[in-house]
């Protein structure tokens, strides 16, 4: 009897000094704020967008196709991520996107050409533009917006 007790709390001993899975990157400082655009209309991001920047380095950017059902192949920093799944609101400017995850848009340009999403997790983010070439202003801009959002640009990836 004392041996199957001391044979549990071997193995009870030996799980609980396992290595723990490594915790996903923040690619963002998480105690500074991060912010979504308050005033939103989700028609202005339907369409097409091409991933032009994010933190994913196994992978080359993606694409969306937004609407009703939303498409997906996007760079994350786990890799490349497919899926196909409406995007829920859950405020003005944030949707819930199963598969990623909260998925907040920091910003859009004046003529919805370009936008800025994030997590507030900090572990993806990304540039979105309506075809692969993307202005260097827009870029820049964009870019100011991870940034303010406390984003780290050092690791992000242009495509």
């Not at 490594?22 to 209309?41: G, H, L, V």
């Not at 070439?133 to 990836?157: E, S, T, V, W």
Request: aromatic share 8%.
């Amino acid at each position: 009897m004392h041996a199957i007790v001391r044979l549990t709390l071997a193995a009870l001993l030996l799980a609980a000094c396992a290595a723990k899975p490594a915790a996903e990157a923040a690619y963002r400082d998480t105690k500074r704020d991060t912010y979504s655009i308050a005033a939103f209309d989700p028609a202005r991001i339907e369409g097409h967008w091409v991933q032009v920047a994010g933190f994913g380095s196994a992978c080359a950017g993606g694409q969306m196709q937004i609407g009703a059902v939303t498409q997906y192949a996007l760079c994350l920093p786990s890799g490349t991520k497919t899926g196909k799944a409406a995007m829920v609101a859950t405020v003005p400017g944030r949707f819930d996107l199963p598969g990623i995850g909260p998925f907040w848009v920091l910003w859009t340009d004046i003529d919805n050409r370009t936008m800025v999403i994030g997590a507030p997790s900090g572990h993806y983010g990304m540039i979105l533009n309506r075809d692969a070439a993307i202005p260097a202003d827009r870029l820049n801009a964009a870019r100011d917006i991870m940034q303010f959002n406390g984003y780290d640009l050092a690791k992000l990836n242009v495509y």
